[in-house]
């Protein structure tokens, strides 16, 4: 698999829902949109998908209602159902699957490293908006040369039964390339398998209700989706598992985040992004060597103590006032994780830590001129965080070392300052904190 090194956190519930054959992962246009075609141009998202077919109506001289500008004007300012159907309208049928196949049937387009990891880790199933076959050719070169069953929309009255059995099987929710008929571009399309299919929906409605779904290569504006995520909030609303999506650093806050999780009941893991989006695949690797891992079976809290168990998030250059915290704990008789004495050799880092944010009740973090400029502080900070919000299983306490900036975020949360000669007597006000 390489030596790929993701930089993050991952959830090591969504490692266990992997495991145990409840996670389906979704596949949006994010994730092909690395691959080149022999024109030396990556496969297009959704939006530049548009603008390429719009190119390619000029190109062949197809007559605008009102010329191309208007097009380009819907295109630009995201009204892309709108765009998708005027141009389907306009280039018709059998013109359409030609500009299609130009795009996704180049003989450049192979399986990236991402889609080749996809197939080594155990999904119930593996849903896509995309037209591509990278997907089921990644399947193939894994299986030697075997596709595994491949459903539109279509099919959902005939073969309604592959949720039924435990058979994988690769959901194109917006139509296969090969199944013209199947293509959803359009306003109409969209609002026809929304409000007319009802078999279409209820499939969905399961999938979300039913299963954990990783997202990757999602941008959040996809319509159909978001229709089905708002209606499932109101019918299941808190009792609805949580989701996952893999998203690119910065590009939600933690507003954005909070919100996510309440109101769509997604949590956001974050890769840092460089041209070739590499901490994808990094991630997918990742995620597989844990899937196969059996760490997770140790007991990551110390199985003699019954009371809170406490995990201190900080920088490994404050060894010294963290010592001082975790003995003052130890001293009060907390199950607190040692990240040295916990950690073996041989231990996964990233699912031991994951493992014993998930299993904590609090979270301490130490607030320091190091902390504030460590990624591995503030992914753990935010995962915490985040656990706080979607099921307020664990309380998250800082603790501010010093004249330090503390995170916008945590303006809302109690918090105890010390300053940096700081001793267990002043560490006394945790105790009510956590017992609280």
């Given at each position: 698999?390489?030596n790929l ?17 409840r ?5 949006g ?8 075609r022999s024109?030396?141009k ?10 390429e077919?719009?190119e ?31 141009l389907?309208?306009?280039i ?15 003989k450049n ?8 990891i ?8 593996v ?12 399947y ?26 435990n ?8 139509g296969?390339i090969?199944?013209l008929d199947?293509?959803?571009?359009g306003?109409?399309?969209?609002d ?7 078999t ?7 999938i ?8 990757i ?7 159909d ?5 708002d209606?499932?909030?109101v ?21 954005e985040?909070?919100?996510?999780i ?14 070739s989006h ?17 760490e997770?079976?140790v ?9 809170k ?5 900080s ?6 006032i ?10 009060n ?5 040692d ?10 880092l990233v ?6 944010i ?9 607030i320091?001129?190091?902390s504030?400029k ?9 995962a915490?965080?985040?656990?706080q919000?979607s ?10 070392v ?7 975020y945590?303006?809302q ?19 009510k904190?956590?017992?609280?």
């Open positions: 698999m390489g090194k993701y930089k993050g956190i991952i959830p090591q519930k969504l490692i266990e829902d992997i495991k145990n054959g996670c389906i992962l979704f596949v246009s994010g994730l092909s949109s690395q691959v080149l024109n030396n990556n496969l297009p998202t959704w939006k530049s998908l548009l603008y077919m719009l390619w109506a000029n190109e062949n001289r197809t007559p605008f209602w009102n010329g191309i500008e208007d097009v380009k004007e819907m295109i630009d300012k995201n009204n892309l159902t709108v765009a998708a159907q005027e389907q309208d306009i018709g049928g059998s013109n359409i699957g030609e500009f299609y196949k130009s795009v996704f049937r180049d387009v192979k399986p990236s490293r991402a889609h080749k996809i197939p080594t880790i155990p999904f119930r199933a849903i896509t908006t995309n037209y591509d076959t990278l997907i089921e050719g990644a193939s070169l894994v299986n030697e040369g075997v596709l595994p069953p491949i459903f539109t929309q279509n099919d959902l009255d005939d073969k309604n039964s592959f949720l039924r059995n058979e994988f099987f690769i959901f194109k929710m917006h296969h090969d199944r199947s293509i959803i571009l306003k109409r399309s969209y026809d398998i929304l409000f007319k299919n009802i279409y929906r209820q499939f969905m409605e399961t979300f209700s039913v299963y954990t779904i990783l997202f290569g999602f941008g959040g504006s996809d319509d989706l978001n229709n089905t995520f209606k499932l909030s019918l299941y609303s808190r009792t609805l598992d949580k989701h996952y999506m893999l998203a690119e650093k910065g590009k939600y806050n933690m507003t985040k909070r919100r996510l309440l109101d769509k009941r997604i949590e956001i893991i974050e890769y840092e992004s460089d041209d590499s901490q994808v695949s990094a991630f997918l690797n990742e995620l597989y060597k844990e899937v196969e891992s059996e997770n079976k007991e990551i809290f110390q199985d003699n103590k019954k009371s168990k406490v995990f201190i998030s920088s490994a250059h404050d060894k010294d963290t010592k001082v915290v975790y003995d003052f704990l130890n001293k008789d907390f199950n607190v994780f990240f040295n004495k916990e950690i073996k050799v041989g231990d996964i699912q031991s830590i994951s493992k014993a998930q299993d904590a009740n609090i979270m301490i973090v130490l320091t001129e190091n504030i460590s990624t591995w502080v503030q992914s753990e900070l935010q915490g965080i985040l656990k919000v099921d307020k299983s664990m309380r998250v306490i800082p603790i501010i010093g004249d330090v900036q503390i995170p916008s945590l303006n949360i109690l918090y105890l300052k010390v300053d940096n000669n700081f001793t267990e007597s002043d560490l006394q006000p945790l105790l904190s956590i017992e609280k």
